[in-house]
DNA sequence: GACTCTATGTAATGAACGTTACATCAAGCC
DNA sequence: GGCTTGATGTAACGTTCATTACATAGAGTC
Protein backbone atom coordinates (compact mmCIF):
# COMPACT_ATOMS: atom_id res chain seq x y z
CA UNK A 1 0.00 0.00 0.00
CA UNK A 2 1.36 3.77 -0.52
CA UNK A 3 2.01 5.72 2.31
CA UNK A 4 0.80 8.92 1.61
CA UNK A 5 -2.84 8.11 0.82
CA UNK A 6 -3.26 7.05 4.06
CA UNK A 7 -6.76 8.48 5.71
CA UNK A 8 -5.76 8.67 9.37
CA UNK A 9 -8.51 8.64 11.57
CA UNK A 10 -8.72 11.69 14.17
CA UNK A 11 -7.70 10.53 17.66
CA UNK A 12 -10.70 11.12 20.25
CA UNK A 13 -8.34 13.26 22.44
CA UNK A 14 -8.24 15.35 18.94
CA UNK A 15 -12.19 15.09 18.71
CA UNK A 16 -12.95 16.61 21.80
CA UNK A 17 -10.89 19.63 21.05
CA UNK A 18 -12.28 20.12 17.79
CA UNK A 19 -15.42 19.29 19.49
CA UNK A 20 -15.33 21.45 22.64
CA UNK A 21 -17.48 24.18 21.58
CA UNK A 22 -20.70 22.28 21.72
CA UNK A 23 -20.31 20.31 24.66
CA UNK A 24 -22.63 20.31 27.62
CA UNK A 25 -21.89 21.25 30.91
CA UNK A 26 -22.14 17.70 32.12
CA UNK A 27 -20.14 16.34 28.91
CA UNK A 28 -17.62 18.95 29.27
CA UNK A 29 -16.45 16.69 32.52
CA UNK A 30 -16.69 14.48 30.97
CA UNK A 31 -14.10 15.32 28.49
CA UNK A 32 -11.41 16.81 31.05
CA UNK A 33 -11.76 13.18 32.99
CA UNK A 34 -11.19 11.75 29.94
CA UNK A 35 -8.40 13.49 28.78
CA UNK A 36 -6.71 13.77 32.37
CA UNK A 37 -6.87 9.81 32.24
CA UNK A 38 -6.87 9.49 29.10
CA UNK A 39 -6.84 7.23 27.47
CA UNK A 40 -8.22 5.20 30.56
CA UNK A 41 -11.07 6.55 31.76
CA UNK A 42 -12.57 6.08 28.27
CA UNK A 43 -12.15 2.43 28.37
CA UNK A 44 -14.19 2.08 31.57
CA UNK A 45 -17.76 1.11 31.80
CA UNK A 46 -20.33 3.38 31.05
CA UNK A 47 -21.43 3.31 34.62
CA UNK A 48 -18.04 3.56 35.97
CA UNK A 49 -17.25 6.11 34.25
CA UNK A 50 -20.54 8.07 34.76
CA UNK A 51 -19.86 7.93 38.53
CA UNK A 52 -16.44 9.11 38.75
CA UNK A 53 -17.32 11.99 36.87
CA UNK A 54 -20.75 12.70 38.82
CA UNK A 55 -23.31 12.38 35.34
CA UNK A 56 -25.67 9.94 34.41
CA UNK A 57 -24.94 7.16 32.24
CA UNK A 58 -26.98 8.66 29.69
CA UNK A 59 -24.66 11.83 29.17
CA UNK A 60 -21.95 9.62 28.57
CA UNK A 61 -23.37 7.82 25.42
CA UNK A 62 -24.96 11.28 24.61
CA UNK A 63 -21.40 12.34 24.98
CA UNK A 64 -19.39 10.04 23.09
CA UNK A 65 -22.22 10.56 20.17
CA UNK A 66 -21.39 14.27 20.04
CA UNK A 67 -17.64 13.04 19.17
CA UNK A 68 -19.28 11.20 16.07
CA UNK A 69 -19.53 7.97 17.29
CA UNK A 70 -22.13 5.24 16.43
CA UNK A 71 -21.67 3.52 19.97
CA UNK A 72 -19.97 4.06 23.36
CA UNK A 73 -18.11 0.74 22.40
CA UNK A 74 -17.26 1.82 18.72
CA UNK A 75 -15.30 4.53 20.92
CA UNK A 76 -13.79 2.54 23.35
CA UNK A 77 -12.50 0.34 20.32
CA UNK A 78 -11.00 3.91 18.86
CA UNK A 79 -8.90 4.36 22.43
CA UNK A 80 -7.55 0.77 22.46
CA UNK A 81 -6.36 1.35 18.49
CA UNK A 82 -4.60 4.22 19.76
CA UNK A 83 -3.50 2.85 23.11
CA UNK A 84 -1.59 0.18 21.04
CA UNK A 85 0.18 2.85 18.91
CA UNK A 86 1.15 4.52 21.58
CA UNK A 87 2.84 1.69 23.21
CA UNK A 88 5.06 0.99 20.21
CA UNK A 89 8.25 2.15 21.33
CA UNK A 90 10.48 4.42 19.20
CA UNK A 91 12.84 1.57 18.25
CA UNK A 92 10.00 -0.12 16.67
CA UNK A 93 9.37 2.15 14.41
CA UNK A 94 12.85 3.09 13.28
CA UNK A 95 13.46 -0.86 12.33
CA UNK A 96 10.85 -0.24 9.70
CA UNK A 97 11.11 3.06 7.89
CA UNK A 98 10.04 2.62 4.16
CA UNK A 99 12.03 0.50 2.09
CA UNK A 100 10.28 1.80 -1.29
CA UNK A 101 12.01 4.97 -1.21
CA UNK A 102 14.84 4.57 -3.51
CA UNK A 103 11.92 3.56 -5.95
CA UNK A 104 12.34 6.22 -8.79
CA UNK A 105 15.12 9.47 -9.13
CA UNK A 106 17.20 10.40 -6.69
CA UNK A 107 16.51 9.41 -3.21
CA UNK A 108 17.06 12.65 -1.65
CA UNK A 109 14.13 14.06 -4.09
CA UNK A 110 11.80 10.65 -2.90
CA UNK A 111 12.65 11.63 0.92
CA UNK A 112 11.68 15.66 0.23
CA UNK A 113 8.49 14.85 -1.37
CA UNK A 114 7.69 12.31 1.38
CA UNK A 115 8.24 14.88 3.61
CA UNK A 116 6.01 17.52 1.81
CA UNK A 117 3.16 15.09 2.07
CA UNK A 118 3.51 13.96 5.61
CA UNK A 119 4.03 17.01 6.91
CA UNK A 120 1.19 19.15 5.34
CA UNK A 121 -0.89 16.53 5.98
CA UNK A 122 -0.02 16.72 9.66
CA UNK A 123 -0.52 20.45 9.76
CA UNK A 124 -3.50 20.14 8.18
CA UNK A 125 -4.85 17.82 10.49
CA UNK A 126 -3.66 19.14 13.79
CA UNK A 127 -4.72 22.71 13.08
CA UNK A 128 -8.31 22.40 11.84
CA UNK A 129 -9.29 19.95 14.86
CA UNK A 130 -8.40 22.77 17.21
CA UNK A 131 -11.26 24.71 18.46
CA UNK A 132 -11.44 28.46 17.76
CA UNK A 133 -12.72 29.04 21.50
CA UNK A 134 -9.35 26.44 22.59
CA UNK A 135 -6.64 28.11 20.77
CA UNK A 136 -8.54 32.09 21.72
CA UNK A 137 -8.34 30.74 25.62
CA UNK A 138 -4.74 30.26 25.38
CA UNK A 139 -4.26 33.18 23.58
CA UNK A 140 -6.28 34.82 26.16
CA UNK A 141 -4.19 33.61 28.93
CA UNK A 142 -0.71 34.28 27.14
CA UNK A 143 -2.15 37.92 26.34
CA UNK A 144 -2.74 38.97 29.79
CA UNK A 145 0.36 41.16 30.91
CA UNK A 146 -0.85 40.95 34.44
CA UNK A 147 0.29 37.22 34.11
CA UNK A 148 3.80 35.49 33.99
CA UNK A 149 4.20 33.26 31.43
CA UNK A 150 7.12 30.22 32.14
CA UNK A 151 8.02 28.48 29.24
CA UNK A 152 9.45 25.00 29.26
CA UNK A 153 10.02 21.83 27.02
CA UNK A 154 11.51 18.89 26.91
CA UNK A 155 14.59 17.89 25.29
CA UNK A 156 13.72 18.21 21.61
CA UNK A 157 10.83 20.10 22.50
CA UNK A 158 13.04 22.63 23.87
CA UNK A 159 13.26 24.55 20.42
CA UNK A 160 9.82 24.95 20.63
CA UNK A 161 10.25 26.65 23.85
CA UNK A 162 12.99 28.66 23.00
CA UNK A 163 10.73 29.61 19.90
CA UNK A 164 8.03 30.37 21.79
CA UNK A 165 10.22 32.88 24.54
CA UNK A 166 11.53 34.84 21.96
CA UNK A 167 8.47 36.00 20.42
CA UNK A 168 6.61 36.34 23.50
CA UNK A 169 9.75 38.58 24.64
CA UNK A 170 8.94 40.46 22.08
CA UNK A 171 5.31 40.98 22.58
CA UNK A 172 5.16 41.58 26.12
CA UNK A 173 7.42 41.35 29.32
CA UNK A 174 7.73 39.11 32.18
CA UNK A 175 8.16 35.95 30.28
CA UNK A 176 10.61 33.42 31.51
CA UNK A 177 12.42 30.56 30.08
CA UNK A 178 12.64 27.11 32.60
CA UNK A 179 15.94 26.12 30.83
CA UNK A 180 19.09 24.74 32.01
CA UNK A 181 19.90 22.11 34.54
CA UNK A 182 16.47 20.37 35.64
CA UNK A 183 18.12 21.09 39.67
CA UNK A 184 17.57 24.50 38.78
CA UNK A 185 14.07 24.37 37.78
CA UNK A 186 12.97 24.32 41.49
CA UNK A 187 14.08 28.51 41.83
CA UNK A 188 11.50 28.70 38.80
CA UNK A 189 9.14 27.07 40.95
CA UNK A 190 9.45 29.17 43.98
CA UNK A 191 7.85 31.95 41.84
CA UNK A 192 4.84 30.46 39.94
CA UNK A 193 1.71 31.97 41.39
CA UNK A 194 -1.62 31.55 40.95
CA UNK A 195 -2.21 34.13 38.33
CA UNK A 196 0.77 32.74 36.01
CA UNK A 197 1.12 30.67 32.93
CA UNK A 198 2.94 27.55 32.11
CA UNK A 199 3.21 27.16 28.50
CA UNK A 200 4.74 23.66 28.35
CA UNK A 201 5.95 21.37 25.40
CA UNK A 202 6.07 17.85 25.95
CA UNK A 203 5.69 14.75 23.54
CA UNK A 204 6.51 11.35 23.71
CA UNK A 205 8.52 10.15 25.54
CA UNK A 206 7.41 12.54 27.90
CA UNK A 207 9.32 13.67 30.44
CA UNK A 208 9.68 12.63 33.86
CA UNK A 209 10.98 16.40 35.23
CA UNK A 210 8.76 18.21 32.80
CA UNK A 211 5.95 16.11 34.16
CA UNK A 212 6.93 16.59 37.94
CA UNK A 213 7.68 20.81 37.13
CA UNK A 214 3.80 21.46 35.06
CA UNK A 215 2.13 19.43 38.18
CA UNK A 216 3.88 21.10 40.83
CA UNK A 217 3.03 24.55 38.72
CA UNK A 218 -0.47 23.34 38.20
CA UNK A 219 -0.69 22.49 42.44
CA UNK A 220 0.52 25.97 42.79
CA UNK A 221 -2.45 27.46 40.62
CA UNK A 222 -0.74 28.49 37.47
CA UNK A 223 -2.31 27.74 34.57
CA UNK A 224 -1.28 25.34 32.24
CA UNK A 225 -1.27 25.63 28.17
CA UNK A 226 0.04 22.05 27.05
CA UNK A 227 1.14 21.29 23.48
CA UNK A 228 1.70 17.60 22.99
CA UNK A 229 1.01 15.12 20.37
CA UNK A 230 -2.10 12.93 19.59
CA UNK A 231 -1.53 10.52 22.69
CA UNK A 232 -1.54 13.77 24.98
CA UNK A 233 1.09 13.71 27.62
CA UNK A 234 0.28 12.80 31.31
CA UNK A 235 0.55 17.02 31.80
CA UNK A 236 -2.74 17.00 29.92
CA UNK A 237 -4.46 15.90 33.31
CA UNK A 238 -3.23 19.26 35.12
CA UNK A 239 -3.60 21.46 31.95
CA UNK A 240 -6.11 24.30 31.14
CA UNK A 241 -5.66 24.18 27.40
CA UNK A 242 -4.72 20.96 25.59
CA UNK A 243 -3.58 21.23 21.85
CA UNK A 244 -2.81 17.83 20.87
CA UNK A 245 -0.91 17.92 17.25
CA UNK A 246 0.19 15.21 15.04
CA UNK A 247 3.89 13.81 14.95
CA UNK A 248 4.05 11.47 12.37
CA UNK A 249 5.56 11.33 9.56
CA UNK A 250 6.45 7.74 9.12
CA UNK A 251 10.57 8.08 9.12
CA UNK A 252 12.72 7.78 12.27
CA UNK A 253 11.70 10.55 14.36
CA UNK A 254 8.70 12.63 14.96
CA UNK A 255 8.38 16.29 13.79
CA UNK A 256 7.69 19.23 15.47
CA UNK A 257 6.75 20.98 12.33
CA UNK A 258 3.29 20.85 13.32
CA UNK A 259 3.62 21.79 16.44
CA UNK A 260 5.56 25.13 15.08
CA UNK A 261 2.67 25.94 13.13
CA UNK A 262 0.12 25.91 15.58
CA UNK A 263 2.82 28.20 17.45
CA UNK A 264 3.32 30.47 15.53
CA UNK A 265 -1.31 30.38 14.79
CA UNK A 266 -0.87 30.89 18.35
CA UNK A 267 1.52 33.79 18.71
CA UNK A 268 -0.13 35.41 16.15
CA UNK A 269 -3.24 35.25 18.17
CA UNK A 270 -1.32 36.72 20.86
CA UNK A 271 -0.44 39.26 18.65
CA UNK A 272 -3.37 40.40 17.64
CA UNK A 273 -5.49 41.02 20.84
CA UNK A 274 -3.09 44.07 21.34
CA UNK A 275 -1.53 44.89 18.50
CA UNK A 276 -0.87 48.80 19.62
CA UNK A 277 1.22 47.73 22.37
CA UNK A 278 3.06 45.00 20.65
CA UNK A 279 3.90 47.59 17.78
CA UNK A 280 5.78 49.63 20.50
CA UNK A 281 7.16 47.48 22.10
CA UNK A 282 9.02 46.24 18.95
CA UNK A 283 9.98 49.88 17.43
CA UNK A 284 11.18 50.30 21.54
CA UNK A 285 13.40 47.10 21.18
CA UNK A 286 14.74 47.95 17.47
CA UNK A 287 15.87 51.07 18.60
CA UNK A 288 17.54 50.25 21.91
CA UNK A 289 19.30 47.46 19.32
CA UNK A 290 19.97 49.85 17.32
CA UNK A 291 22.01 52.23 19.98
CA UNK A 292 22.70 50.04 23.34
CA UNK A 293 22.75 51.55 26.34
CA UNK A 294 25.41 53.51 27.62
CA UNK A 295 26.81 53.92 24.21
CA UNK B 1 -8.54 -17.04 48.59
CA UNK B 2 -7.17 -14.53 51.09
CA UNK B 3 -5.49 -11.58 50.53
CA UNK B 4 -3.24 -11.08 53.26
CA UNK B 5 -0.15 -10.40 51.35
CA UNK B 6 -0.47 -6.82 51.01
CA UNK B 7 2.84 -6.69 49.29
CA UNK B 8 3.64 -4.90 46.01
CA UNK B 9 0.83 -7.14 43.83
CA UNK B 10 2.92 -9.46 41.10
CA UNK B 11 2.42 -8.26 37.85
CA UNK B 12 -0.15 -10.76 35.14
CA UNK B 13 3.42 -11.15 32.84
CA UNK B 14 5.27 -12.61 36.25
CA UNK B 15 2.40 -14.57 37.42
CA UNK B 16 2.41 -16.23 33.72
CA UNK B 17 6.29 -17.19 34.10
CA UNK B 18 5.69 -18.01 37.33
CA UNK B 19 2.41 -20.59 36.89
CA UNK B 20 4.00 -21.66 32.85
CA UNK B 21 4.66 -25.09 33.88
CA UNK B 22 0.43 -25.85 35.06
CA UNK B 23 -0.37 -24.76 31.92
CA UNK B 24 -2.12 -26.90 29.43
CA UNK B 25 -1.23 -26.43 25.58
CA UNK B 26 -4.74 -23.97 24.84
CA UNK B 27 -3.92 -22.35 28.25
CA UNK B 28 -0.19 -21.58 26.64
CA UNK B 29 -1.63 -20.04 23.71
CA UNK B 30 -3.31 -17.47 25.38
CA UNK B 31 -0.13 -17.03 27.56
CA UNK B 32 1.85 -16.22 24.39
CA UNK B 33 -1.12 -14.34 22.89
CA UNK B 34 -1.24 -11.92 26.01
CA UNK B 35 2.60 -11.51 26.56
CA UNK B 36 3.07 -10.20 22.96
CA UNK B 37 0.64 -7.96 23.20
CA UNK B 38 1.01 -6.72 26.57
CA UNK B 39 -1.25 -6.21 28.28
CA UNK B 40 -4.17 -5.16 25.54
CA UNK B 41 -4.79 -8.54 24.78
CA UNK B 42 -6.31 -9.22 28.33
CA UNK B 43 -8.26 -5.97 28.00
CA UNK B 44 -10.56 -7.65 25.21
CA UNK B 45 -13.83 -9.66 26.14
CA UNK B 46 -13.44 -13.10 27.24
CA UNK B 47 -14.62 -14.23 23.69
CA UNK B 48 -12.57 -11.88 21.19
CA UNK B 49 -9.74 -13.09 23.38
CA UNK B 50 -10.47 -16.74 23.09
CA UNK B 51 -11.58 -16.20 19.31
CA UNK B 52 -8.21 -14.54 19.08
CA UNK B 53 -6.18 -17.48 20.18
CA UNK B 54 -8.47 -20.10 18.89
CA UNK B 55 -10.00 -22.00 22.11
CA UNK B 56 -12.88 -21.43 23.88
CA UNK B 57 -14.39 -18.92 26.66
CA UNK B 58 -14.00 -21.06 29.14
CA UNK B 59 -10.68 -22.15 28.35
CA UNK B 60 -9.92 -18.51 29.03
CA UNK B 61 -11.48 -18.58 32.10
CA UNK B 62 -9.50 -21.44 33.21
CA UNK B 63 -6.20 -19.55 32.20
CA UNK B 64 -7.32 -16.20 34.44
CA UNK B 65 -8.28 -18.93 37.58
CA UNK B 66 -4.53 -20.67 37.29
CA UNK B 67 -3.32 -17.68 37.79
CA UNK B 68 -4.84 -16.92 40.81
CA UNK B 69 -8.08 -14.33 39.73
CA UNK B 70 -11.19 -15.39 41.28
CA UNK B 71 -12.73 -13.69 38.52
CA UNK B 72 -11.70 -12.61 34.63
CA UNK B 73 -12.78 -8.87 35.61
CA UNK B 74 -10.35 -9.07 38.50
CA UNK B 75 -7.71 -10.33 35.89
CA UNK B 76 -8.55 -6.91 33.62
CA UNK B 77 -8.62 -4.65 36.84
CA UNK B 78 -4.92 -5.41 37.39
CA UNK B 79 -4.10 -5.30 33.89
CA UNK B 80 -5.41 -2.06 34.01
CA UNK B 81 -3.51 -0.77 36.79
CA UNK B 82 -0.81 -2.01 35.46
CA UNK B 83 -1.18 -0.32 32.72
CA UNK B 84 -2.39 3.11 34.21
CA UNK B 85 1.11 2.98 36.64
CA UNK B 86 3.24 2.83 33.09
CA UNK B 87 1.42 5.31 31.14
CA UNK B 88 1.60 8.17 33.98
CA UNK B 89 4.54 8.37 36.06
CA UNK B 90 3.10 11.02 38.72
CA UNK B 91 0.16 10.37 40.74
CA UNK B 92 -2.18 12.98 42.36
CA UNK B 93 -5.48 13.77 42.17
CA UNK B 94 -5.73 17.01 39.63
CA UNK B 95 -8.64 19.53 40.75
CA UNK B 96 -12.03 18.96 39.29
CA UNK B 97 -12.71 21.36 36.02
CA UNK B 98 -14.07 24.53 35.86
CA UNK B 99 -16.82 24.76 33.15
CA UNK B 100 -15.82 28.05 31.44
CA UNK B 101 -15.33 30.10 27.75
CA UNK B 102 -18.79 30.48 26.78
CA UNK B 103 -17.96 32.64 23.82
CA UNK B 104 -17.11 31.13 20.40
CA UNK B 105 -15.04 33.40 18.82
CA UNK B 106 -14.71 32.82 14.69
CA UNK B 107 -11.62 35.12 13.77
CA UNK B 108 -9.34 32.10 15.70
CA UNK B 109 -10.72 29.71 13.25
CA UNK B 110 -10.09 32.18 10.16
CA UNK B 111 -6.48 32.55 11.91
CA UNK B 112 -6.45 28.92 11.65
CA UNK B 113 -7.23 28.10 8.49
CA UNK B 114 -4.99 30.99 6.91
CA UNK B 115 -2.29 29.37 8.75
CA UNK B 116 -2.69 25.98 7.42
CA UNK B 117 -2.74 27.41 3.54
CA UNK B 118 0.38 29.94 4.39
CA UNK B 119 2.05 27.36 5.98
CA UNK B 120 1.33 24.27 3.57
CA UNK B 121 2.39 26.30 0.45
CA UNK B 122 5.22 27.50 2.19
CA UNK B 123 6.49 24.22 3.10
CA UNK B 124 5.65 22.94 -0.33
CA UNK B 125 6.89 25.72 -2.70
CA UNK B 126 10.57 25.23 -0.85
CA UNK B 127 10.50 21.59 -0.15
CA UNK B 128 10.58 21.32 -3.72
CA UNK B 129 12.37 23.75 -5.08
CA UNK B 130 15.43 22.28 -3.51
CA UNK B 131 17.78 20.43 -5.28
CA UNK B 132 18.18 16.59 -4.28
CA UNK B 133 21.85 16.74 -4.96
CA UNK B 134 22.33 19.88 -2.93
CA UNK B 135 19.96 18.22 -0.18
CA UNK B 136 22.50 15.30 -0.22
CA UNK B 137 25.66 17.32 -0.07
CA UNK B 138 25.48 18.49 3.09
CA UNK B 139 23.54 15.43 4.25
CA UNK B 140 26.75 13.39 3.45
CA UNK B 141 28.81 16.62 5.40
CA UNK B 142 26.79 16.10 8.63
CA UNK B 143 26.72 12.84 8.48
CA UNK B 144 30.59 12.16 8.32
CA UNK B 145 32.18 11.39 11.87
CA UNK B 146 35.46 12.29 10.74
CA UNK B 147 34.60 16.15 10.74
CA UNK B 148 33.11 18.22 13.61
CA UNK B 149 29.95 19.84 13.41
CA UNK B 150 29.14 23.40 15.21
CA UNK B 151 25.16 24.72 15.68
CA UNK B 152 24.45 28.39 15.16
CA UNK B 153 21.51 30.39 14.97
CA UNK B 154 19.92 33.98 15.35
CA UNK B 155 17.86 34.75 17.75
CA UNK B 156 14.44 33.68 16.13
CA UNK B 157 15.79 31.14 14.41
CA UNK B 158 18.26 29.76 17.71
CA UNK B 159 14.77 27.58 17.84
CA UNK B 160 16.08 25.64 15.29
CA UNK B 161 19.69 25.53 16.15
CA UNK B 162 18.45 24.02 19.29
CA UNK B 163 16.49 21.00 17.32
CA UNK B 164 19.10 20.30 15.09
CA UNK B 165 21.27 20.21 18.05
CA UNK B 166 19.94 17.88 19.69
CA UNK B 167 18.80 15.25 16.84
CA UNK B 168 22.64 15.55 15.32
CA UNK B 169 23.88 14.87 19.03
CA UNK B 170 21.61 11.59 19.15
CA UNK B 171 22.95 10.39 16.01
CA UNK B 172 26.40 10.83 15.90
CA UNK B 173 28.88 12.80 18.47
CA UNK B 174 31.21 15.37 18.63
CA UNK B 175 28.24 18.49 18.11
CA UNK B 176 28.64 21.33 19.60
CA UNK B 177 26.18 24.12 19.49
CA UNK B 178 27.93 27.71 19.76
CA UNK B 179 25.11 29.62 22.25
CA UNK B 180 25.21 32.09 25.33
CA UNK B 181 26.82 35.46 25.13
CA UNK B 182 27.96 36.30 22.08
CA UNK B 183 31.34 37.43 23.48
CA UNK B 184 32.07 33.60 24.39
CA UNK B 185 31.26 32.60 20.48
CA UNK B 186 34.88 32.96 19.97
CA UNK B 187 35.78 30.54 22.51
CA UNK B 188 34.27 28.55 19.84
CA UNK B 189 35.55 30.06 17.01
CA UNK B 190 39.20 29.04 18.02
CA UNK B 191 38.49 25.28 17.02
CA UNK B 192 36.89 25.53 14.37
CA UNK B 193 39.12 24.02 11.39
CA UNK B 194 39.14 22.61 7.63
CA UNK B 195 37.30 19.19 8.38
CA UNK B 196 34.69 21.14 10.51
CA UNK B 197 30.64 22.00 9.43
CA UNK B 198 29.08 25.13 10.69
CA UNK B 199 25.26 24.40 10.13
CA UNK B 200 24.31 27.93 10.60
CA UNK B 201 20.28 29.25 10.97
CA UNK B 202 19.83 33.14 9.69
CA UNK B 203 17.08 34.72 8.45
CA UNK B 204 15.89 38.24 7.85
CA UNK B 205 16.66 40.91 9.86
CA UNK B 206 20.38 38.89 9.36
CA UNK B 207 22.00 39.30 12.64
CA UNK B 208 25.48 40.87 12.58
CA UNK B 209 27.27 38.97 14.96
CA UNK B 210 26.05 35.81 12.81
CA UNK B 211 27.45 36.60 10.16
CA UNK B 212 30.63 37.30 11.43
CA UNK B 213 30.87 34.47 12.68
CA UNK B 214 30.09 32.31 9.90
CA UNK B 215 32.60 34.31 7.88
CA UNK B 216 35.28 33.98 10.25
CA UNK B 217 34.56 30.02 10.55
CA UNK B 218 34.67 29.68 6.58
CA UNK B 219 38.26 31.75 6.75
CA UNK B 220 39.17 28.86 8.80
CA UNK B 221 38.35 26.28 5.96
CA UNK B 222 34.83 25.52 7.80
CA UNK B 223 32.12 24.26 5.24
CA UNK B 224 29.63 26.23 6.03
CA UNK B 225 25.84 25.11 5.69
CA UNK B 226 22.81 27.70 5.70
CA UNK B 227 19.36 27.74 6.37
CA UNK B 228 17.74 31.00 5.33
CA UNK B 229 14.96 32.44 3.69
CA UNK B 230 14.56 33.42 -0.30
CA UNK B 231 16.00 36.57 0.38
CA UNK B 232 19.34 35.18 1.34
CA UNK B 233 21.41 36.05 4.27
CA UNK B 234 24.69 37.49 3.50
CA UNK B 235 26.02 34.46 4.73
CA UNK B 236 25.26 32.68 1.67
CA UNK B 237 28.32 33.68 -0.26
CA UNK B 238 30.49 32.07 1.89
CA UNK B 239 28.37 28.88 2.43
CA UNK B 240 28.94 25.46 0.67
CA UNK B 241 25.14 24.88 0.81
CA UNK B 242 22.44 26.77 0.70
CA UNK B 243 18.73 26.39 1.46
CA UNK B 244 16.48 29.23 0.81
CA UNK B 245 13.04 28.41 2.44
CA UNK B 246 9.61 30.81 2.09
CA UNK B 247 8.93 32.37 5.32
CA UNK B 248 6.18 34.98 4.60
CA UNK B 249 2.18 33.97 6.08
CA UNK B 250 1.21 37.31 5.79
CA UNK B 251 0.55 38.00 9.69
CA UNK B 252 2.96 39.80 11.50
CA UNK B 253 6.15 37.04 12.41
CA UNK B 254 7.72 35.55 9.85
CA UNK B 255 7.25 31.82 10.17
CA UNK B 256 9.80 28.99 11.09
CA UNK B 257 7.37 26.36 9.92
CA UNK B 258 8.99 25.63 6.38
CA UNK B 259 12.33 25.50 7.52
CA UNK B 260 11.52 23.19 10.61
CA UNK B 261 10.06 20.63 7.82
CA UNK B 262 13.48 20.82 5.31
CA UNK B 263 15.51 20.98 8.86
CA UNK B 264 13.65 17.45 9.74
CA UNK B 265 14.32 16.38 6.20
CA UNK B 266 17.90 16.91 6.06
CA UNK B 267 18.06 14.98 9.71
CA UNK B 268 16.02 11.91 8.51
CA UNK B 269 18.70 12.28 5.45
CA UNK B 270 21.58 12.00 7.74
CA UNK B 271 20.18 9.09 9.88
CA UNK B 272 19.18 7.30 6.73
CA UNK B 273 23.03 7.31 5.41
CA UNK B 274 24.11 4.88 8.57
CA UNK B 275 20.64 3.82 9.97
CA UNK B 276 22.87 0.84 11.89
CA UNK B 277 25.36 3.40 13.86
CA UNK B 278 22.02 5.46 14.62
CA UNK B 279 20.33 2.93 15.99
CA UNK B 280 23.24 1.32 18.07
CA UNK B 281 23.69 4.73 19.45
CA UNK B 282 20.25 5.79 20.39
CA UNK B 283 19.44 2.35 21.87
CA UNK B 284 22.66 3.03 24.02
CA UNK B 285 22.06 6.40 24.61
CA UNK B 286 18.24 5.34 26.04
CA UNK B 287 20.24 2.45 28.16
CA UNK B 288 21.47 5.30 29.81
CA UNK B 289 19.16 7.59 29.93
CA UNK B 290 16.72 4.84 31.69
CA UNK B 291 16.62 4.08 35.42
CA UNK B 292 15.33 1.13 36.96
CA UNK B 293 11.78 0.20 37.10
CA UNK B 294 10.42 -0.31 40.33
CA UNK B 295 8.03 -3.42 38.90
C1' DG C 1 -10.45 -53.19 24.59
C1' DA C 2 -13.01 -51.09 28.41
C1' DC C 3 -11.70 -47.74 32.08
C1' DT C 4 -10.00 -43.44 33.91
C1' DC C 5 -8.34 -38.96 33.88
C1' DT C 6 -7.59 -34.74 31.90
C1' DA C 7 -8.27 -31.35 28.48
C1' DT C 8 -11.49 -28.89 25.87
C1' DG C 9 -15.77 -27.40 23.66
C1' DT C 10 -21.07 -26.72 23.85
C1' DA C 11 -25.02 -24.95 25.76
C1' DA C 12 -27.65 -22.76 29.21
C1' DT C 13 -28.06 -19.12 32.86
C1' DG C 14 -27.93 -15.06 35.50
C1' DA C 15 -25.76 -10.74 35.86
C1' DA C 16 -24.03 -6.61 33.94
C1' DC C 17 -23.98 -3.76 30.26
C1' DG C 18 -25.28 -0.30 26.66
C1' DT C 19 -29.18 1.71 25.01
C1' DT C 20 -33.66 4.02 24.55
C1' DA C 21 -37.95 6.40 25.84
C1' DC C 22 -39.74 9.32 28.97
C1' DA C 23 -39.92 12.47 32.97
C1' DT C 24 -37.91 16.37 35.35
C1' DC C 25 -35.73 20.61 35.91
C1' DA C 26 -33.68 25.08 35.03
C1' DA C 27 -33.03 28.97 32.00
C1' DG C 28 -34.56 32.18 28.43
C1' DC C 29 -38.49 34.63 26.06
C1' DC C 30 -42.89 37.09 25.04
C1' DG D 1 -46.42 34.26 35.01
C1' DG D 2 -46.99 30.73 31.62
C1' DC D 3 -44.51 28.82 27.66
C1' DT D 4 -40.65 26.96 25.22
C1' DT D 5 -36.15 24.88 24.77
C1' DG D 6 -32.33 22.41 26.03
C1' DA D 7 -29.89 19.79 29.40
C1' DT D 8 -30.00 16.00 32.52
C1' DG D 9 -31.62 12.12 35.33
C1' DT D 10 -34.80 7.86 35.94
C1' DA D 11 -36.41 3.65 34.69
C1' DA D 12 -37.26 -0.02 31.73
C1' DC D 13 -35.59 -2.91 27.84
C1' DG D 14 -32.93 -5.93 24.87
C1' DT D 15 -28.31 -7.37 24.29
C1' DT D 16 -23.97 -9.03 25.42
C1' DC D 17 -21.12 -10.74 28.70
C1' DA D 18 -18.86 -13.90 32.09
C1' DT D 19 -19.84 -17.87 34.17
C1' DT D 20 -21.37 -22.58 35.22
C1' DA D 21 -22.81 -27.35 34.38
C1' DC D 22 -22.49 -30.79 31.32
C1' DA D 23 -20.96 -33.38 27.20
C1' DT D 24 -17.26 -34.90 24.26
C1' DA D 25 -12.75 -36.31 22.89
C1' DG D 26 -8.26 -38.00 23.42
C1' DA D 27 -4.23 -40.09 26.03
C1' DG D 28 -2.57 -43.31 29.22
C1' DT D 29 -3.31 -47.70 32.18
C1' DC D 30 -4.51 -52.44 33.28
Redesign the pocket.
Known sequence: MDATEKTTQPSVAELITQKADAL????RKLAQALLGHYPMAGLE????FAERC??????V??F?GKLGF?????MQSRLRGELEARLQSPLTRSALPRAAVAASGHPMGELLHHMIDAISSNIRSSLSNIAPTELEGAVNLLADRKRAVYVLGGRFSSALAVYAYEHLRSMRGNVRRVSGQNTKWTEDLLDIGKRDVLLVFDVRRYQHDVITFAETASNQGAKVILFTDQWLSPIARFARHVFPVRIETATTWDSAAASMALLETLLEGVGRTDPDHVRDRIEHLERLRRRPPGG
Chains 1, 2 share one sequence.
Open positions: TASETVATGVSAPTLRAESYPE
